[in-house]
């Protein structure tokens, strides 16, 4: 079992910065592919990064040269600096590990953090 808890989030004004960060616990995250997903009030559920164990990063067309993931196996983290925040950027961010192998796969999601960006 992996417990996730995503820290960071917050209100900002349009233009502005957060860092979000997740904290991994119960077992190590290093072979996991990691992600950061949010959901807006009435919207589904999107993926706005994510970052393989090899390191390799993908985006959200919208988030391009904005957002930046990383990780930190050592820590057993994962970061989102987000940055040129726009109020389309509210909603509620959340963390996710996924594991695959063949058929098998294990998939855990944090509770969520706040991201409101208003002026």
Same mark, same amino acid.
């Given at each position: 079992?992996?417990?996730l808890v995503e820290s960071g989030g917050g209100l900002v004004?349009? *233009?502005?910065?957060?860092?979000?960060?997740?904290? /991994?616990s119960g077992n190590s995250v290093s072979s996991y592919a990691l992600?950061?997903?949010r959901q807006a009030p009435g919207k589904?559920?999107?993926?706005v990064a994510s970052i393989a164990s090899s390191g390799s990063t993908n985006y959200a067309d919208?988030?391009? *040269?904005r957002f930046t993931i990383s990780r930190d196996? /050592?820590?057993?983290?994962?970061?989102?600096?987000?940055?040129?925040?726009k109020p389309e950027d509210t909603a509620v961010y959340l963390c996710n590990a996924?594991?695959?192998?063949l058929t098998r796969v294990y998939e855990y999601?944090?509770?969520?953090?706040?991201?409101t960006v208003s002026s």
């Open positions: 079992q992996v417990q004004q349009p *233009g502005g910065s957060l860092r979000l960060s997740c904290a /991994a992600g950061w997903y589904q559920r999107e993926l919208d988030v391009k *040269g196996n /050592a820590k057993n983290t994962v970061s989102l600096q987000m940055n040129s925040l996924r594991w695959s192998f999601w944090g509770q969520g953090t706040q991201v």
